[in-house]
C-alpha cells in the first residue's frame, strides 16, 4: 500500500529562523511528487513537482528536494505569510495520488 | 480569470437528506476530482472523472454520487447513506488524469445537524 508521511505534524518558528518539513514515502513506482500550500478554509495552491531523485526547486524562501525515498521543503528566514499548511502528495506510474497528512507552519513575528 | 468555482461555501444539512455541491471550471481541463478533507488529515478521494458522461470511484466513494454531463461540470451529492458527511469538501482539476498537478476550489464546508 502506498503511504506518504509528513513530519513534524506542527512546527513553530520565529521569523527568520530556517528550518525544513519533511515528505517520507514508500510507493510502488513514483511518477512524481508535489508539495502544495494550503491556508486555512482554502483549498490548496500548487508550489512544486519533482520527478527524480536529485531534483530541486526553488520559490522564494521555499525550496523543494527529493531523493528516492523522501522530499524536504526547506524554508529559509521566513516570514508570517508562509504560515499554513503545507502538503505532500506523491503520483504512481498507474496514475494513483496520496497525500500525507499536512504539516502546519506557524511562523511568529 | 481562469479556476474552479465550488458552491455553497458553507452547507447545512439535516440527517437524512441528500445535499448537492457544485463545482464548475474553466480551465478546459479534461480530469476533475472530489476529494474530502477532515481536520488534521490529508485529503482523500472520493471520485474522478477523466472525460464527459465518464467517472471512476475513489478510496471513499460510499454514500457519495456524481455526473459529468458537461466538461466544466462535476457535481457531488452526498447521500444520506453517507455515514459521516461533515467534512470539507475540495473539488480540483487537471489537464489529464496522470499530469498530477492540481488545481483546487475554495472548498465547501458541510455540516450535518
Known amino acids: 500500500e502506498d503511504q506518504v508521511t509528513q513530519s513534524p505534524e506542527a512546527l513553530r518558528l520565529q521569523e527568520g529562523e530556517s528550518s525544513s518539513l519533511n515528505c517520507s514515502y514508500t510507493?510502488?513506482?513514483?511518477?512524481?511528487l508535489f508539495w502544495y500550500r494550503q491556508d486555512p478554509g482554502k483549498g490548496p495552491e500548487f508550489l512544486f513537482t519533482l520527478y527524480s531523485a536529485g531534483e530541486e526547486k526553488e520559490k522564494e524562501r521555499l525550496k523543494a528536494t527529493l531523493t528516492k525515498k523522501e522530499s524536504f521543503l526547506h524554508i529559509t528566514a521566513p516570514k508570517p505569510e508562509d504560515s499554513a499548511t503545507y502538503l505532500c502528495?506523491?503520483?504512481?506510474?498507474?496514475?494513483?495520488?496520496?497525500f500525507g497528512d499536512g504539516t502546519t507552519l506557524t511562523v511568529k513575528p | 480569470d481562469g479556476g474552479i468555482t465550488q458552491s455553497p461555501k458553507y452547507l447545512f444539512r439535516k440527517e437524512g437528506q441528500n445535499v448537492t455541491l457544485s463545482c464548475e471550471q474553466n480551465l478546459n481541463h479534461d480530469a476533475m476530482y472530489w476529494y474530502r478533507q477532515d481536520p488534521g488529515q490529508g485529503l482523500r478521494l472520493i471520485y474522478y472523472?477523466?472525460?464527459?458522461?465518464?467517472?471512476q470511484k475513489g478510496d471513499i466513494a460510499e454514500g457519495y454520487s456524481v455526473s459529468r454531463e458537461k466538461k466544466e461540470s462535476f457535481p457531488l451529492t452526498v447521500t444520506s447513506a453517507q455515514k459521516n458527511p461533515t467534512a470539507f469538501y475540495l473539488c480540483a482539476s487537471s489537464i489529464e488524469r496522470d499530469s498530477g498537478e492540481l488545481f483546487f476550489g475554495e472548498g465547501s464546508r458541510l455540516t450535518v445537524l
Open positions: 502528495a506523491v503520483i504512481t506510474n498507474a496514475g494513483k495520488s496520496t
Open positions: 510507493v510502488s513506482g513514483l511518477r512524481g
Open positions: 472523472s477523466q472525460i464527459v458522461n465518464d467517472f
